[in-house]
């Protein structure tokens, strides 16, 4: 099937740096990508979906300014978490979905974001 | 707008025993219903969908889940639990139309006992 990879998988920064999250559709072009945070034991939430070529559309409570989503290719989605409080703590997935080939999703393997 | 409910966060089971996740929706349009399990610290795979056609899906790893419209069901099933099945379980609704959004429910925590 196809495969969407996402790195870093792990990654600890300091509070109030920003951090750059990847994902990418390795063999398959995504028009659209949507990324998820999932808090510990908790359902994914979907924070904003990101359309190749154009701004990223942002669920509501999701703040852009603090999420910037770049879809600078058919093939990688950006998740860049500026200046990051240890609350922004979470489990950050991608997924995407091949242009044209019906409905079915695929997604990555996850970031784990630690902020100290 | 739509909604997922999955009844009960965690469900244990024994080896070999009958594996029964439990998935309501609310759709204002025809769904598409997906299932998906999350190995810990993983990222998520798919086992199966629904989006038209016959109502019983099979999928991977020996699970089904049959889509009931008069009862806005989808439960998962698959008839003999094995320790590999221990996993996080998660039912999914999108909207046939454009299908932009997938709507999660909170999880079923899928314990199986030796």
């Known amino acids: 099937g196809a495969v969407v990879s996402q790195h870093p998988s792990r990654v600890i920064c300091k509070s109030g740096t920003s951090v750059k999250i990847e994902c990418r559709s390795l063999d398959f072009q995504a028009t659209t990508m949507f990324w998820y945070r999932q808090f510990p034991k908790q359902s994914l939430m979907l924070m904003a979906t990101?359309?190749?070529?154009?701004?990223?559309?942002?669920e509501q409570g999701v703040e852009k300014d603090k999420f910037l989503i770049n879809h600078a290719s058919l093939t990688l989605s950006t998740l860049t978490v500026t200046s990051a409080h240890p609350e922004d703590s979470s489990f950050y997935i991608c997924s995407a979905r091949p242009g044209g080939s019906g409905n079915t999703i695929y997604f990555g393997e996850g970031s784990w974001l630690t902020v100290v | 707008a739509q909604s997922v409910t999955q009844l009960g966060s965690h469900v244990s089971v024994s080896e070999g025993a009958l594996v029964l996740l439990r998935c309501n929706y609310s759709s204002s349009v025809p769904p598409y219903l997906f299932w998906y399990v999350q190995y810990p610290n993983q990222g998520l795979q798919l086992l199966l969908k629904?989006?038209?056609?016959?109502?019983l899906v099979k999928g991977i790893n020996g699970f089904e889940a049959e889509f009931k419209k008069s009862e806005t069901s989808f439960h998962l099933t698959k008839p003999s639990a094995h320790m590999s099945d221990a996993a996080e379980y998660f039912c999914?609704?999108?909207?046939?139309?454009?299908?932009?959004?997938?709507?999660f429910g909170t999880g079923t925590k899928l314990q199986v006992i030796p």
């Open positions: 629904y989006t038209t056609g016959a109502t």
């Open positions: 990101s359309n190749e070529g154009s701004k990223a559309t942002y």
């Open positions: 999914a609704v999108s909207d046939s139309g454009g299908y932009q959004k997938v709507t």
